[in-house]
């Protein structure tokens, strides 16, 4: 008697979730590292820097980010507390800012690369050290991103993301790098960054908000 193959809709749901859980993760990373690109344009287009010292830097910003969100969804019911969607309201109105600022015909603020950064250190700690701490600073809001992106997820969920994310920063090192060591124009590439930044820091600041429920929140208390 034959017997019958029965399809396996447990693991194919569960195959489903998780290619879902991983491009979740590539969208949150793109999103939030579009003026990261630009920031290593600049980084790489200066010669004072090894490659080997910016892209070991901006790895372990992105570990030292991922971790601080893990520590984030480990606080409990304090990871899904609406206030902590506040944070989102400032980049939503920095970018809506920028984004009329634009419309209204004012020109992009975009610094030059010199007064982006301090003058790089001598010895290369110092250097890896100053890339990881620029890169890290502004990342306030990718943190909120990324803890509620793993909120809720098991550990080796945690893995893949993490997995993900460092491929991710790799091979934006990788471009940005070819970028700045080719003819492309870098000042160029910076513009388009600056361009489509206010609309990513807009949709990253309403993510926030409607993700920790502060919508809701505000209303209820009004």
């Excluded at 790489?44 to 790895?59: C, K, M, N, P, T």
């Excluded at 970018?95 to 004012?106: E, K, V």
Aim: aromatic letters at 8%; charged letters at 10%; proline letters at 4%.
């Amino acid at each position: 008697m034959a017997w019958a193959r029965r399809p396996c809709f447990g693991r194919e749901k569960t195959l489903d979730t998780l290619l879902a859980f991983l491009a979740a993760a590539a969208a949150a990373y793109m999103s939030t590292n579009i003026d990261g690109f630009a920031l290593l344009l600049d980084f790489f287009g200066d010669e004072s820097y090894r490659a080997v010292e910016i892209a070991v830097g901006q790895l372990a910003s992105v570990a030292i980010q991922l971790g601080v969100s893990i520590a984030i969804t480990n606080i409990g019911h304090v990871a899904e507390a609406p206030f902590i969607g506040l944070a989102g309201i400032v980049p939503l109105v920095a970018g809506l800012r920028r984004i009329a600022g634009r419309r209204s015909g004012g020109v992009p603020q975009s610094a030059p690369a010199a007064t982006l950064r301090p003058r790089a250190p001598q010895g290369s700690v110092g250097r890896l050290a100053l890339v990881v701490t620029i890169a890290t600073c502004g990342a306030v809001d990718n943190v909120l991103v990324y803890a509620g992106l793993l909120a809720g997820h098991g550990v080796a969920d945690l893995v893949y993301a993490s997995i993900i994310f460092a491929a991710l920063t790799a091979s934006l090192c990788l471009l940005a790098f070819a970028a700045a060591r080719s003819r492309v124009s870098v000042p160029g590439l910076r513009a388009v960054a600056a361009r489509i930044a206010p609309f990513m820091t807009t949709a990253i600041g309403a993510a926030l908000l409607i993700r920790f429920g502060t919508f809701g929140w505000i209303y209820a208390l009004a």
